[in-house]
Nanobody, 124 residues
Framework: QVQLVESGGGLVQAGGSLRLSCAAS????????MGWFRQAPGREREFVQA????????YTADSVKGRFTISRDNAKNTVYLQMNSLKPEDTAVYYC?????????????????WGQGTQVSVSS
């Protein structure tokens, strides 16, 4: 079992930055690929970024390429999402998730554990 807790969300103006954190507890964090997803009101949950167990591989949605960066610190059992040049369309609840496998994946059904989410709101 893995427990995930996101933090770092908030309200920011367009063009600003936020850094989300996801703290994991439970079973061995470093054996899981980690991902970030988001869900805006009235829309389906969508993939944002994912990272391999050792941080050597990442997978990024086109909508955030060049603006968002995923990273992880296995010593701290934490994965991060640095979000720069934020746009109003980035407004959503952001979720981190853990997949029992080495490689990053954009498919939500491959993730075994989910956090409760953190709200990110970007004003224009």
């Amino acid at each position: 079992q893995v427990q995930l807790v996101e933090s770092g969300g908030g309200l920011v103006q367009a063009g600003g930055s936020l850094r989300l954190s996801c703290a994991a507890s439970g079973r061995t964090f470093s054996s899981y690929a980690m991902g970030w997803f988001r869900q805006a009101p009235g829309r389906e949950r969508e993939f944002v970024q994912a990272i391999s167990w050792d941080g050597s591989n990442t997978y990024t949605a086109d909508s955030v390429k060049g603006r968002f960066t995923i990273s992880r610190d296995n010593a701290k059992n934490t994965v991060y999402l640095q979000m720069n040049s934020l746009k109003p369309e980035d407004t959503a609840v952001y979720y981190c998730a853990a997949a029992n496998g080495a490689l990053p994946t954009p498919y939500s059904y491959e993730y075994d554990y989910w956090g409760q989410g953190t709200q990110v709101s970007v004003s224009s």
